[in-house]
């Protein structure tokens, strides 16, 4: 009843701009189809870290026609191809109708939202047009009632860039570790092997680091290659400008009576998902209780604090009310101890 109320006002307000502007002598006609916007050219979205960041890249596009002058808000989205634009991305929302312009380093940004970086991904793109009708009626145009207009997809192909990386040369899982300030340190996850030592490669100039001789430090051209001393995940950080290293183990795990080992090690492993940056995974509990900790010990552990899937250091333990098969994700949001702290969730699948 609600759209259909907005709707109804939502034509009184257009036939009240109508009737406002035949009153000042200027007779207006809407279109029974209004002709949507379209997007007549675009750029090629395939960017790299040597490229210039400060480039300008442009969207032309034709407006909205609806027979008569009218104003509209306009979206540029963009979403991976065959995904119907089920989770667009919106890179632009404003008045703008004709052409549309971002620096690469900021169209690149928002590309990384929703594209894996340094990867050649196939999308598709449009725009939308909504036209702004009030007239005193208090009904806006928005996505709910029959005024949105929308262009035919295009199809494209995008390429972010993403921060300069090192990538893990040797393991079996794809690895690589990046600088954030771009100042010669890397660090991130790594999933790694004792079996399956690693060098260093940057993609972007082909320059390998490995060992020197003595082990201590990474330079380019080493000789000697890096092993884990488990299987698991670490946080690797390298410094280039001193070729210094860490190597720490990170691994949180699921613990508790709802678990086959109990309260005993080893812990249930998670994975890291590094695009949404939580630990996750899918594995079968009895009813009982759980709680995380890290590297299969009591120092670090996350238990419950208050509502809302909060957790805090030592809390209380996280109950399982039935047997099944759940995933799990954990959002660490305090990774140092004493006061780590986090979020999680627990579907239960079946």
């Not at 971002?102 to 990867?119: H, I, P, Q, T, W």
Request: aromatic share 10%; charged share 20%; net charge negative.
């Amino acid at each position: 009843m609600r759209n259909k109320l907005i709707k109804y006002f939502g034509i009184v307000g257009l036939l009240g701009i109508l009737a406002s502007c035949e009153k000042d002598g200027e007779k207006v006609t809407m279109l029974s189809e209004p002709i949507p916007p379209t997007i007549v050219s675009m750029p090629e979205m395939k960017f790299y870290r040597t490229g210039d960041p400060n480039q300008i890249v442009e969207f032309k596009c034709t407006p909205v026609d609806p027979g008569f002058k009218a104003s509209a808000t306009y979206f540029l989205e963009i979403a991976p191809a065959g995904s119907a634009f089920a989770n667009p991305i919106q890179l632009y929302s404003g008045p703008q109708d004709t052409l549309i312009s971002f620096k690469v380093s900021e169209l690149n940004a928002k590309l990384l939202s929703v594209f894996d970086g340094d990867v050649e991904t196939n999308a598709e793109i449009r725009v939308r047009a909504i036209l702004t009708v009030d007239a005193g009626t208090g009904a806006p145009g928005t996505g709910a009632n029959a005024f949105a207009y929308t262009s035919a997809s295009q199809a494209t192909a995008v390429r972010p860039y993403g921060l300069p990386r090192l990538d893990l040369i040797g393991t079996s899982y794809a690895n690589w570790i990046e600088s954030p300030n771009a100042d010669g340190v890397y660090s991130g996850f790594v999933k790694l092997s004792s079996t399956e030592p690693f060098t260093l490669k940057n993609p972007d100039d082909n320059k390998v680091y490995g060992l020197n001789a003595g082990g201590t430090a990474f330079e380019e051209n080493g000789s000697n290659s890096l092993a884990s001393p488990d299987n698991g995940w670490y946080m690797l950080t390298v410094n280039l400008n001193n070729g210094s290293f860490s190597l720490d183990a990170h691994m949180y795990g699921v613990v508790g009576s709802a678990t086959p080992n109990g309260w005993g090690s080893p812990d249930i492993k998670m994975d890291y998902n590094r695009k949404k940056g939580f630990w996750e995974v899918t594995t079968d509990l009895g009813a009982g209780e759980i709680k995380f900790r890290k590297n299969d010990g009591w120092a670090w552990n996350l238990g419950l604090d208050g509502t809302d899937g909060k957790l805090k250091h030592d809390g209380p333990n996280i109950p399982v009310p039935s047997a099944g098969n759940y995933y799990i994700t954990l959002t660490i949001t305090k990774y140092e101890g004493p006061n780590e702290a986090g979020i999680y969730t627990m579907t239960k699948l079946n």
